[in-house]
């Protein structure tokens, strides 16, 4: 049976040289992580992992370099700083293995801080809106230290954890991080617009967070039979699911439950998520097994980009060779897409960046990640039009994504690309 602690008490199991785990997204046990940095002056070469995480991460502070060094396994806006200060690593995985490592021992683990509902009747807690690795993490970590909060949603899956596996509870009552929605822009419209169109009735839908997944979600109140099988979502799906439109009769996997490893929105969606059986939140190495993914029929993977060059090859975690985010799921659900019986593997994004350069680029930025490769991409989708890559020779691919490029630089990227071109010859 785990006991009540304060944090300060539970936090003492962390000892110098220790790999602490940190239970990811909306979930972050942001009490517990602020007690493991006030200790900064009695710990030395402490690694704090994690996917990305919300709030504040005292712990990343480059002034506790001695003690806290951050490893992010998808790196979030609260830590990105840290690749550059020297004080953070980033260590490239698909979200589908990321249990693995810690399965394996690939990657050991002292300590897992997690986020949970308090005990039910029979001592089992909730990891609620966040299961993603946290499920290896608690079975494979020698302590596990929990942040227990009434208002924490209960939900169905893998993440329910009996108290008798928990070493100290800490009692909290805060509210999660809630995600708050610009308003859709005419650009993003037109993209959503783009993507609604390729989506047909009976699709199973894997889309992210965003204006843009909102834009498309929007469109769609007139299919019928849609599923959902993501490794997140947000608001934008609430009223398709109350509405019937989302029922997951076809799902290829869990068939009348929509499968996520972890979310983030408003307090509506957790509200939405309390207690309720359609949602079936599970581990991501079965939520993001491109295995499971392709049994979806007509299954449409939705994932955005940095920059895509014009020959199809895809950077959505770094901006030249400065780490930005990371690889996450997307090859995951691009491949299990490609894959599905009338599967359509989708990458979306703005023609140009906030400062007017393009994203449809003759070739990527030197040291850019490539995270779906030229072969693996079927459609790309900017406001002005879908370039359809499948199948197509490097050169109709040029002339495809260049149709789609803003055009003011339509000309610009053609012109570099057959340069570039000529004088590798």
Do not use: W
């Not at 539970?10 to 979930?27: E, F, I, N, P, T």
């Not at 097994?289 to 449409?300: A, L, P």
């Not at 895509?308 to 780490?323: F, H, L, Y």
């Amino acid at each position: 049976m785990g006991k009540y602690v304060t944090a300060e008490e539970a936090l003492k199991c962390v000892k110098s040289g220790d790999r602490v785990y940190v239970q990811a997204a909306a979930a972050t046990p942001n009490i517990l992580t602020k007690a493991l940095s006030d200790r900064a002056s009695e710990l030395r070469n402490v690694e704090v992992c994690h996917l990305h995480t919300e709030g504040e991460a005292p712990y990343a502070d480059p002034k506790l370099a001695d003690s806290f060094h951050v490893n992010s396994f998808f790196i979030g806006k609260n830590v990105r700083h840290t690749i550059q200060a020297g004080n953070g690593s980033y260590t490239p995985v698909f979200l589908s293995e990321l249990p693995i490592l810690f399965k394996r021992n690939v990657v050991n683990l002292d300590v897992a801080l997690i986020h949970v509902s308090p005990p039910d009747t029979h001592g089992y807690c909730s990891l609620g809106v966040s299961v993603e690795a946290s499920v290896a993490a608690i079975k494979n970590a020698k302590y596990v230290v929990a942040q227990v909060n009434p208002q924490m949603p209960r939900t169905f899956g893998d993440g329910l954890i009996h108290v008798s596996n928990i070493d100290f509870l800490v009692e909290v009552d805060v509210p999660l991080y809630r995600q708050s929605f610009a308003e859709i822009s005419p650009v993003e419209e037109k993209i959503g617009s783009y993507i609604a169109s390729l989506i047909e009735d009976e699709s199973t839908l894997q889309m992210g967070i965003g204006s843009i997944p909102n834009a498309a979600l929007s469109k769609l109140k007139n299919h019928k039979n849609l599923g959902l099988h993501t490794e997140m979502f947000s608001d934008g799906v609430i009223d398709l699911i109350e509405s019937g439109v989302i029922n997951c009769s076809h799902n290829g996997v869990a068939k009348g439950r929509a499968l996520a490893t972890f979310l983030i929105g408003s307090q509506r969606l957790y509200d939405f998520v309390n207690d309720n059986p359609f949602i079936e939140m599970k581990e991501s190495s079965f939520v993001n097994d491109t295995v499971r993914i392709r049994t979806n029929n007509k299954m449409v993977a939705i994932n955005s980009a940095i920059e895509v060059d014009v020959t199809g090859q895809v950077c959505a975690d770094s901006i030249g060779a400065k780490m930005y985010s990371g690889v996450g799921g997307q090859m995951d659900f691009i491949r299990g897409a490609a894959l599905s019986p009338n599967g359509k593997a989708i990458i979306a994004l703005p023609s140009v960046t906030k400062y007017g350069d393009s994203r449809i680029v003759p070739f990527l930025k030197k040291g850019a990640g490539v995270v779906t490769t030229r072969a693996h991409v079927h459609y790309v989708i900017t406001e002005n039009g879908i370039a359809d890559l499948y199948g197509k020779t490097i050169k109709q691919r040029v002339a495809a994504l260049v149709q789609i490029a803003h055009p003011d630089h339509q000309e610009s990227v053609d012109k570099s690309y057959y340069e570039m071109i000529s004088r590798s010859v």
